[in-house]
């Protein structure tokens, strides 16, 4: 451990502390200010050495800023935080006594289920809500990241004037992939081009299918992919497109603003970007597979979830979404979560729009389902398999474009 990441574990032992104090023995135990001086101490440590320090609780892991660590996996108040809603900290400038006091009777508050009134009232109590402490603490679950209010909206192109190719785009994809595969970081400026490029292309489609790819032996939509060679697009690279931007379609068909949508976007793209650490051959095999076959491609989420955010912190999101991806609504499926805890919103949009491109694809152990047969396998999992919003509401989306 790096010195930034030990003060980071004696912060988060020492709050661990200070919150087993006062979630069991409230407000007034006499060691009380004891524990929060050293709650206090140890957060002015784990500040000075970095700017704008953040904390993440993804399941067992603790991730600070965009590194896991190994020594606190497990740490038992992680799931208890996400499962309130303190999925992350983040410290944006020097704290005093007074802010950590209040997160401290926030968190208590959150995690007793709301024994007792929530400090202050009015303004301060829409602030707390809101996960912002004074200008030094903000929490909450975590967010859209890459959002940004500034971010102008995606430009409407005129429909049917315009032949999209997105062959560029597709060498990109497949770039980014080999770059992962082969150690050499994710790089993020070209990921958010490939999206913007996908954003402006679905939208010169009035159907939002018709900007999907379908490689080997699929039918590509109109104006796009069909001069690509079908031979050279792997399943991939296709997918991780389609899912950027079947996603994207989803979140703004639901509402989403265009800062959002963007970084669902990102998200789509990244999801199976674990997958490139599954030996060659495995996912492409025709027959069952074994259990040890299965373990490795079950292993993808994490590997997906430690790629991402190691190479960029701010992708949090997109980090939770590929961990979160294979999770089915009803819990079943995986990772197996150690601690049962609701799964990101976006994690349930990204795999029913996942599953269902997966189904409109050829794939080596069956052919590609019609288009109907897939939309009714999303609704008969609607409330197991899938979220029933998400599921319903692509459903909804894709039998409405169809009437255009
Ligand atoms: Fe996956």
Redesign the pocket.
């Known amino acids: 451990m790096n010195a930034h990441q030990l003060q980071a574990t004696a912060f988060l032992t020492a709050l661990g502390r200070a919150l087993s104090v006062l979630t069991l023995y409230g407000e007034d135990h006499p060691t009380r200010t004891e524990v929060e001086d050293e709650v206090f101490a140890r957060l002015m440590d784990f500040k000075y050495l970095e700017q704008i320090p953040t904390i993440t609780f993804l399941d067992a892991e603790v991730v600070v800023n965009r590194r896991p660590i190994r020594e606190l996996r497990g740490w038992g108040w992680g799931p208890r935080l996400s499962e309130v809603g303190i999925q992350r900290m983040e410290f944006p400038s020097a704290p005093n006594r007074q802010d950590l006091r209040l997160f401290l009777e926030e968190a208590t508050h959150r995690l007793t289920r709301n024994r007792g009134a929530r400090a202050g009232d009015g303004s301060r109590q829409e602030e707390l809500l809101a996960g912002v402490i004074g200008a030094s603490i903000r929490f909450g679950r975590v967010g859209i990241g890459g959002s940004r209010s500034d971010e102008e909206p995606v430009a409407r192109v005129v429909t049917a004037t315009l032949d999209f190719s997105l062959d560029e785009e597709f060498g990109a994809v497949s770039w980014l992939q080999e770059e992962v595969k082969g150690g050499r970081g994710l790089h993020l400026a070209e990921a958010e081009a490939v999206v913007r490029s996908l954003a402006i292309a679905a939208r010169s489609h009035q159907h939002v299918l018709a900007t999907l790819f379908r490689p080997a032996g699929g039918s590509p939509g109109p104006g796009m992919g069909s001069h690509l060679d079908p031979a050279a697009q792997g399943f991939a690279t296709s997918h991780a497109m389609n899912v950027s931007v079947l996603s994207m379609a989803l979140a703004e068909f639901m509402g989403m603003n265009s800062g959002a949508v963007r970084a669902v976007g990102i998200a789509g793209l990244l ?2 970007l674990g ?1 490139t650490r599954v030996p060659p051959g495995i996912l492409t095999k025709p027959g069952s597979l074994t259990p040890s076959e299965r373990e490795l491609v079950e292993r ?2 994490a590997d997906g979830a430690r790629l991402i955010i190691r190479n960029e912190e701010r992708l949090d999101l997109a980090a939770v979404v590929a961990y979160e ?2 999770v089915r609504y009803d819990g079943s499926g995986y990772p197996r979560f150690r601690f049962p805890r609701p799964l990101h919103p976006v994690s349930h949009l990204v795999h029913v729009c ?1 599953t269902f491109d997966t189904l409109l694809s050829d794939r080596p152990w069956r052919g590609r389902w019609p288009e109907d047969r897939a939309l009714e396998h999303l609704l008969a999992g609607a409330g197991s398999e899938f979220h029933p919003d998400f599921a319903r509401d692509l459903v909804r989306m894709i039998r409405l474009e169809r009437r255009l």
Request: aromatic letters at 0%.
């Open positions: 999801h199976d997958t993808h989420p991806h294979h996942a």
